[in-house]
């Protein structure tokens, strides 16, 4: 049984450029949750995805996008890259309204020069 | 709003020592409460999970977690410490619907020889 699977694990983006990160839940979980986790910091949360929308968003700015396809898996997009956007991203899949915790990916790390 | 706190940054512990991590929350309704454990460069591995019932509970790796209503903690114990637990350690909060799930900053546990 897969768990979440991130790809890709490396990643170094110019500033300026657009970047997409990709997520495959967990078998079973239908809902996505991507948290941005800055160098010595506890995960943030982005948003989260379920049936395809964004059902619950942080407070991170419209450069963050995302997008969820049928079979569950996602991507998170981010235009126009940062300094300040150099962190670990992670995915968290869970079974909705189940409240049991999400299970995590091992992130991609991006680095914007 | 929803928050969590872990007062200590870091905590530097003997093998074989008993360990405590400290985690308050603040939350308007019931929580559900997790610990979660990331090793450096990884995702976060779930370690344990409380929802209702029996304040004190048992996790993977020889953890356990009490919940204290009245303290609004939920701390994290292990009797013994291997050297193989030093990573950081996330408190989180969040609520029956796996929304508004929101970490604390963690605690970095480094274990002597």
């Known amino acids: 049984d897969a768990g979440v699977t991130q790809s890709p694990t490396h990643l170094i983006k110019t500033r300026g450029q657009q970047v997409t990160l990709r997520c495959s839940p967990k078998?079973?979980?239908?809902?996505v949750s991507w948290y941005q986790q800055a160098l010595g910091q506890g995960p943030q949360f982005i948003f989260q995805?379920?049936?395809?929308?964004?059902?619950q968003r942080g407070n991170f700015p419209d450069r963050f996008s995302g997008h969820q396809f049928p079979n569950y898996s996602s991507e998170l997009n981010v235009n126009a890259l940062l300094l300040g956007d150099s962190a670990l991203y992670l995915c968290?899949?869970?079974?909705?309204?189940?409240?049991?915790?999400?299970?995590f990916g091992s992130g991609t790390r991006l680095t914007v020069v | 709003a929803q928050s969590v706190t872990q007062p200590d940054i870091h905590i530097t512990v003997s093998e074989g020592a008993s360990l405590e991590l400290r985690c308050n929350y603040s939350?308007?309704?019931?929580?559900?409460l997790f610990w979660y454990v990331q090793s450096p460069g990884q995702g976060l591995q779930l370690l344990l999970k409380?929802?209702?019932?029996?304040?004190l509970v048992q996790g993977i790796k020889g953890f356990e977690a009490e919940f204290k209503r009245s303290q609004s903690s939920f701390n994290l114990r292990k009797p013994s410490v291997h050297w193989s637990d030093a990573a950081e350690y996330f408190c989180?909060?969040?609520?029956?619907?796996?929304?508004?799930?929101?970490f604390g900053p963690g605690t970095r546990l480094s274990v002597l020889p």
């Open positions: 968290a899949s869970s079974l909705a309204s189940s409240g049991h915790g999400y299970t």
């Open positions: 078998s079973g979980h239908d809902t």
């Open positions: 995805y379920y049936e395809e929308e964004e059902r």
């Open positions: 939350y308007g309704a019931t929580p559900y």
């Open positions: 409380y929802f209702s019932g029996d304040t």
């Open positions: 989180a909060v969040g609520d029956n619907y796996g929304q508004n799930f929101v």
